[in-house]
């Protein structure tokens, strides 16, 4: 095995691509907005921190995420003012779906104040949004009460196993799998639903955990998605074979539990839905469901929705883009909504971001030691979410 080298460059102000007042076309935008491969915005996802008090290898390496790190300052963030303004530009450019992340956003102060207002937003046509969040639990129990009366509607929580060695392997802080399952009881009561369990799988790490993770949240109500390991960022030491492909994990799981394949729930889902079966072998809906994001060996990228708004308004077109578009600079020069809106138009309309259908054809990402014609250093998954 070769030895791990994980190079230590902070990555966030490389990445910015200022967006000038001057020059941009002004015009009223509503409704659908449509990328270069006709794909519309649908998602946006809000990264609120890049702060996190789990240090996973594939997210935030202990190796650079250390006591000497250095973080964002409070006043490089985005105010909860400045994300419900964006939040509502993007809503009236088709925008139905808003995810909160991090870092951990639970660690966000007062982000209750947050949901609160993007729960007021409305769809053009007057309708609620789908707001939900991503956590790693460890705050949950003490926070979901007020999360729901706030107005969130659900949850996603990462749970990478059940043995806590192997957990606290995965989240490198000595964190026990116990608290985070009490988070997701309380989540359940308080109705914060239908909760998503989402378990990044290493092969060699905690693949041993697929099948306990399956048996464990078998009829709970709960929704368990497998996900393949993910070259995200340039920190985590990504390689191929730590990847489990999703293929594996299903067929491993109909050994002992049989699967019938299911309809996706909505356009641009990213996870195929595989549930629980009875004795005919037709699914059962009081036994659930899983899901596996394949990300790695079936690229799901035509269909992908989603833009990425970082913790500092820096706006990404993919997981993998190594370049972000400064609207936060706008914001705070003054430009009014309908030139930030023409830009969010003219910054989607330009897309033809695929990375995961391409992988095989590009470059390995620059590292500290490359020559330039490497591939661009791609973003960290803690600084614009998952």
């Known amino acids: 095995m070769s030895e791990r080298v994980i190079p230590l460059i902070d990555q966030r102000h490389l990445m910015a691509h200022p967006l000038p007042i001057q020059g941009l076309s002004v015009h009223q935008v509503t409704g659908q907005v449509l990328d270069r491969l006709n794909r519309p915005l649908r998602d946006l996802r809000i990264s609120v921190t890049d702060r996190c008090n789990f240090r996973c290898s594939y997210c935030m390496p202990k190796e650079v995420f ?4 250095t973080y964002l300052p409070q006043t490089a963030l985005l105010s909860f003012e400045e994300i419900t303004r964006l939040a509502q530009l993007f809503v009236a450019q088709g925008v139905r779906k808003i995810r909160l992340t991090g870092g951990e956003p639970l660690l966000r102060k007062n982000i209750e104040v947050l949901i609160e207002r993007l729960a007021q937003l409305r769809t ?6 789908d707001l939900t969040l991503t956590t790693n639990g460890s705050l949950l129990k003490r926070k979901a009460q007020a999360l729901k009366d706030a107005g969130l509607q659900r949850i996603t929580v990462s749970l990478d196993g059940l043995d806590d060695a192997v957990f606290k392997r995965m989240n490198d802080v000595d964190f026990p799998v116990a608290d985070v399952l009490e988070g997701l009881e309380a989540a359940q009561t308080v109705g914060l639903g239908p909760i998503k369990v989402n378990m990044v799988v290493k092969r060699g790490t905690n ?6 993770m399956a048996r464990h949240f078998l009829g709970s109500g709960m929704v368990l998605r497998f996900i393949e390991y993910m070259d995200v960022g340039a920190t985590n030491g990504w390689r191929m074979d730590e990847v489990l492909p999703s293929a594996e994990v299903v067929r491993h799981l ?22 629980y079966a009875n004795a005919l072998g037709q ?6 469901e899983i899901g596996v994001i394949s990300s790695v060996t079936q690229a799901f990228c035509s269909d992908c929705n989603r833009a990425r708004l970082s913790t500092e308004g820096q706006l990404y077109l993919c997981l993998f883009a190594s370049q972000g578009h400064d609207l936060r600079g706008l914001l705070r020069n003054g430009a009014s909504d309908e030139l930030i809106q023409a830009s969010i138009s003219g910054i989607w309309t330009q897309r033809n971001d695929r990375y995961s259908q391409l992988r095989g054809q590009l470059a390995p990402a620059r590292s500290d030691n490359a020559d330039a014609t490497a591939a661009p250093r791609r973003v960290e998954m803690s600084y614009i979410g998952g």
Not at 207 to 212: E, F, N, R, T
Not at 257 to 271: D, F, I, K, R
């Open 66 to 69: 250390d006591s000497s790190y």
């Open 207 to 212: 693949d041993g955990q697929i099948s306990p």
């Open 283 to 288: 699914h059962d809906p009081a036994l659930g």
């Open 124 to 129: 053009p046509e007057g309708a609620p949004l």
């Open 254 to 275: 109909q050994t002992e539990l049989p699967l019938v394949p299911l309809e996706a729930s909505a356009p641009g889902e990213t996870a195929q839905r595989w549930g």
